[in-house]
């Protein structure tokens, strides 16, 4: 079957460093995308890997290990607007339009 | 502004209406998407169009039937809906090469009452 598994929900303090992780198993592989998602409005894109390792955007990297069908956002110098579900998705193969998602994990950002 | 509209933001509907769901996507893509978001569940693809043909269709019961009269334009046309259907209904667009995110719209809240 495909699944993808992400937590429900974390706390964060402003100001602190967050991961949240996600893990995959899906038939195919053909990248994974980070969305975010305030409620009542549209899941934003955020990041996108499709090779191992770490890409940076600002304050905000993902990682990739396709090996481990594993990923994580990290979120730095973390805001009080940062409070937002995080959804993981994964396209499943190339030529197919199948972006499968996670449940999302929603953070909740502290003062 | 994501660039995918969508109309009506809220609708209230009783189980015997017909209405009608419609999505614009001014990003040039080639793909289009219904999704279902029941809470606490992951978002539900519902189906895909590319090219203004069905691609995929994913066991969606048939009171709900989608229509792509072009690459910009998508319907989602209801029916004697269930109160289970209630749920933020999202349509999404892409392109088919390249570099593949989906832009989302943001969302009918469909209660079906």
């Known amino acids: 079957g495909q699944n993808i598994d992400q937590p429900t929900e974390m706390t964060a303090t402003e100001g602190a460093i967050v991961q949240i992780n996600c893990t995959y198993q899906t038939s195919g592989f053909n990248g994974l995308f980070w969305y975010q998602q305030h409620a009542g409005e549209a899941p934003t894109f955020l990041s996108y890997n499709v090779l191992d390792g770490l890409e940076e955007k600002g304050r905000f990297s993902s990682f990739l290990s396709r090996s481990k069908g594993y990923s994580y956002l990290l979120l730095k110098e973390l805001q009080m607007k940062d409070s937002a579900s995080y959804l993981c998705?994964?396209?499943?193969?190339?030529?197919?339009?199948?972006?499968?998602f996670g449940t999302g994990t929603r953070l909740k950002v502290l003062a | 502004e994501t660039g995918v509209t969508q109309t009506p933001r809220h609708l209230v509907m009783g189980m015997t209406n017909k209405k009608s769901l419609k999505c614009e996507q001014h990003?040039?893509?080639?793909?289009m998407y219904w999704y279902k978001q029941s809470a606490k569940k992951p978002l539900e693809l519902m189906f895909v169009?590319?090219?203004?043909?069905?691609?995929e269709n994913n066991s969606v019961p048939s009171r709900f039937s989608p229509e792509c009269p072009n690459s910009s334009h998508l319907f989602l046309h209801l029916h004697t809906l269930q109160p289970e259907d209630s749920a933020l209904y999202l349509c999404?667009?892409?392109?088919?090469?390249?570099?593949?995110?989906?832009?989302f719209g943001q969302g009918t809240r469909l209660t079906v009452v």
């Open positions: 169009y590319s090219l203004e043909e069905r691609v």
């Open positions: 999404a667009s892409s392109q088919r090469q390249g570099r593949t995110e989906a832009f």
């Open positions: 990003l040039g893509h080639n793909a």
């Open positions: 998705a994964v396209r499943a193969a190339s030529g197919t339009y199948k972006y499968i």
